[in-house]
């Protein structure tokens, strides 16, 4: 789960990090007022969604009087605002964060990350921060430097050290990115995040490191003991097939094919959308069921991938194990029904009660078509997608 900018600072705030000063708001007056809170003569209107490139999209601006404010604010709010993270639809732009500006002498980058082959959470830094990081990464990656936290005992003293030294911080600034370190550490256990990343922490004309920037994503498997967290999410920046699978229970991710896939287990799924692809197809999404599927769980899953126009073919793959494939079989037939599916319907069944479940669907009296194996089935969903 995704945080907006706001979100994430109110966090850092919250753990006695400074950011710079701001407001959000979600009209263009909300953010001539928040201006004028916060003084000045000179702001940085920066719009709230849930994607990097933003500056590069027109998403982030300094402006220098209150009617540029109110332009700005007028010109974001309400419109989506495409990226390159989210091409070609955007995100839809809400709220905006009218913030204070800063003297900056150097911008850096840095973040936290977990490094699923060492089973440690990353630090990841580079003296090359700003919007042009990921070329940084993929020209020069000798810039991207890297430590990695002990598990017991956290970010060490020598790593700040070492970090610090590497990125060329001196006096107040060396002082002020060794205290970051461990308290953006203890941010990202306490939160269960799985990335913490700050594109770019400045060093300021007077020698002060500050986080100007900030995203947060925590993991969706901890929601349940991070309740204000949770209440965080934000719906309306997710494309609305997962919201629907959010709210189902299910996961679901959507692609760019047209073969709906519905399967029970992870690994199922991704080798059902390599076989669809081996076969000349595109898969329109990834959607997991879980293993215990029952029949409200498929009628669920038909309805989420029939809110995707692009849909010419579904494709059901099911192992019968933990539940058996007769009942699976009854689901569908009672879903197909239920949903009123416009579409052809390819369905494998293999495991527990198999043969009783291709029965049941061969009975049914609907356009339904039993594949005996998994090759079959992706040849005629690709075939009835065509």
């Known amino acids: 789960m995704n945080l907006h900018e706001y979100q994430a600072k109110q966090i850092l705030r919250s753990a006695n990090i400074n950011t710079p000063r701001g407001q959000v708001a979600d009209s263009a007056d909300g953010a001539v007022a928040a201006a004028q809170e916060l003084g000045g003569d000179a702001w940085v209107v920066k719009a709230q969604i849930h994607a990097g490139g933003r500056g590069k999209a027109g998403g982030v601006k300094v402006v220098k009087s209150l009617d540029a404010v109110r332009d700005m604010a007028a010109a974001l709010l309400g419109k ?24 900056i002498a150097r911008e850096l980058y840095l973040s936290f990350l977990v490094d699923r082959e060492t ?85 300021t004309a007077d020698n002060h490191v500050l986080p100007l920037d900030c995203k947060m994503s925590v993991d969706d498997n901890a929601l349940y003991r991070r309740k204000a967290l ?9 494309d609305a097939k997962e919201a629907a699978a959010h709210a189902a229970n299910v996961n679901y991710v959507a692609l760019a094919g047209n073969i709906g896939c519905m399967v029970n287990g992870a690994g199922l799924a991704m080798a059902t959308m390599d076989l669809i692809q081996l076969k000349g197809g595109m898969p329109a999404n990834f959607l997991d069921v879980g293993g215990g599927a029952t029949p409200e769980t498929v009628a669920q899953g038909f309805k989420i991938i029939l809110l995707d126009p692009n849909v010419k073919a579904v494709l059901i793959n099911i192992f019968g194990g933990i539940v058996r494939c007769d009942v699976i079989a009854e689901g569908i037939i009672q879903a197909v029904k239920e949903v009123g599916v416009q579409v ?15 029965t049941l669907l061969a009975q049914s009296g609907l356009a339904i078509l039993a594949a005996e194996s998994l090759t079959q089935a992706a040849e005629l969903a690709v075939e009835k997608a065509q």
Not at 87 to 97: F, Y
Not at 344 to 358: H, S, Y
């Open 80 to 103: 989506p605002l495409v990226t390159i993270q989210n091409a070609p639809d955007g995100q839809p732009v809400n709220r905006i964060l009218v913030e204070e500006t800063l003297a």
């Open 230 to 238: 949770a209440e965080c999410m934000d719906m309306g920046q997710i």
């Open 344 to 358: 052809p319907v390819v369905v494998r069944l293999e495991g527990t009660n198999a043969d009783e479940g291709r």
């Open 119 to 203: 089973e440690r959470v990353a630090i990841v830094a580079s003296a090359a921060g700003g919007m042009e990081i990921e070329e940084v990464a993929h020209a020069t990656p000798d810039k991207v430097l890297k430590e990695w936290c002990d598990p017991l005992l956290g970010v060490q003293d020598f790593q700040c050290r070492a970090l610090a030294f590497a990125l060329g911080l001196t006096g107040d600034a060396y002082k002020d990115f060794c205290k970051l370190l461990p308290a953006l550490y203890r941010v990202f256990v306490n939160s269960d995040l799985s990335l913490l990343e700050i594109n770019p922490l400045v060093v």
